[in-house]
């Protein structure tokens, strides 16, 4: 999906002026290009259709702007996503039309320079690249649900056109969070990857409205690092941020979809350029544990336990276990950060290993189990 936004930035059209929408400039999709340069003789506008970006250089209107009014008019009604008309005399559109504008959320711009055929040529271009953006992007979705490792690189590899013995996934995001920034992104990382790589060795794709970059390794070849995510994304300020996955057999591409993914939300969450998976340290549980349906139903039920004692009882086994993680299993330091005695708090911890049925574990053991739970 292409936004009224992104033809704004074809490089083959200038000096595009907002008349009215831009608060939805970015959230309306095109779908295809249509030109009025003449009026429809039946006025029934017909031949517009809901996702339409209409272009006009108002020849079907004399000069007068009446008639301009009136087919912008015709033209909303058809709920089309976008028109852009061309300053071939000046006008000014009536407040009725803009207010029709705000009304059904349709952008309305003017612009100065540009051939019509070749913005027409380019904007339809962009409209494939986005529509073969996304269907790789449901088919890698489809990829990652249920198949065998088998099926999985063999799909992966039709669906990319990628071969190599091992995949690694890196995720890509800017503070803007824009298509048009992320169009911009996408095609940095490109032509920074084509002077270590082949083109036939990656692909750049919008994923999850964030980049990512599928990178097929060959044997010995080594895998993009921290350091060269960071260059990657270094042009696009101080609120740029990258995740890196392993480098995993091509079976395993789901796992370096998440991993990446998982990074990239820590290094945002820490304030970091950049992270790969095996830098998280003790953050790669919890992304796991956001990751995995069965890993979250497991923290809950231990929860679970703590809050229904803590309901018949009027206790507060909960906030007290989750003060003795934070401690790192220091029962004073626990005590101390709950204003309470360590006795008491000796007494909770042993409350706690009856209430999850773990009196014979160990120290360590129970401290484990605590510390996943309140990932």
């Known amino acids: 999906m292409i936004s009224p936004l992104e033809?704004?930035?074809?490089?083959?059209m200038g000096g595009v002026e907002t008349l009215s929408g831009d608060e939805c400039s970015d959230v309306r999709s095109v779908r295809e290009v249509a030109i009025l340069d003449a009026e429809p003789l039946t006025g029934a506008y017909d031949a517009f259709h809901q996702g339409d970006a209409v272009f006009t250089s108002l020849g079907f209107s004399g000069g007068d702007p009446r008639s301009v009014d009136s087919a912008l008019e015709r033209l909303f009604e058809r709920n089309i996503t976008c028109v852009f008309i061309k300053d071939t005399f000046p006008y000014d559109p009536h407040e009725r039309v803009l207010q029709a504008s705000r009304k059904r959320k349709i952008p309305l711009f003017r612009y100065s320079s540009g051939l019509l055929e070749q913005i027409i040529t380019e904007a339809r271009d962009l409209i494939a690249l986005a529509e073969q953006e996304d269907k790789t992007e449901q088919e890698l979705r489809t990829?990652?649900?249920?198949?065998?490792?088998?099926?999985?690189?063999?799909?992966?590899?039709?669906?990319?056109?990628?071969?190599?013995?091992?995949?690694?996934?890196?995720?890509?995001?800017?503070?803007?969070?824009?298509?048009?920034?992320?169009?911009?992104?996408?095609?940095?990382?490109?032509?920074?990857?084509?002077?270590?790589?082949r083109p036939e060795d990656f692909r750049v794709i919008r994923f999850d409205g964030n980049a990512l970059i599928l990178l097929a390794l060959a044997q010995g070849q080594q895998p993009l690092d921290e350091e060269r995510a960071r260059a990657l994304i270094a042009g696009f300020g101080s609120r740029a941020y990258a995740g890196c996955s392993e480098a995993l057999p091509a079976g395993d591409v789901a796992l370096t979809l998440q991993e990446a993914a998982g990074c990239l939300s820590s290094a945002a969450e820490r304030g970091r350029s950049a992270l790969g998976w095996r830098s998280l340290g003790p953050d790669a549980f919890s992304v796991a544990c956001r990751s995995s349906l069965l890993m979250q139903s497991a923290?809950?039920?231990?929860?679970?336990?703590?809050?229904?004692w803590d309901c018949d009882n009027h206790g507060d086994l909960e906030q007290s276990m989750r003060a003795y993680v934070a401690a790192g299993g220091r029962t004073e330091d626990a005590a101390s950060l709950l204003?309470?005695?360590?006795?008491?708090?000796?007494?909770?911890?042993?409350?706690?290993?009856?209430?999850?049925?773990?009196?014979?574990?160990?120290?360590?053991?129970?401290?484990?189990?605590l510390a996943m739970l309140f990932l």
Do not use: W
């Open 7 to 12: 033809l704004c930035a074809l490089e083959s």
């Open 143 to 197: 990829l990652v649900n249920g198949l065998y490792r088998e099926e999985i690189a063999r799909e992966f590899s039709r669906i990319t056109g990628l071969t190599g013995d091992r995949v690694q996934a890196l995720m890509l995001a800017v503070s803007e969070g824009d298509r048009l920034t992320l169009s911009a992104l996408c095609s940095h990382v490109s032509e920074q990857l084509k002077t270590t790589y």
């Open 299 to 308: 923290c809950e039920s231990g929860l679970a336990r703590l809050r229904a």
């Open 339 to 369: 204003s309470q005695h360590p006795n008491s708090m000796r007494n909770r911890l042993a409350r706690a290993r009856s209430v999850l049925s773990l009196a014979q574990a160990t120290d360590k053991e129970f401290f484990a189990y």
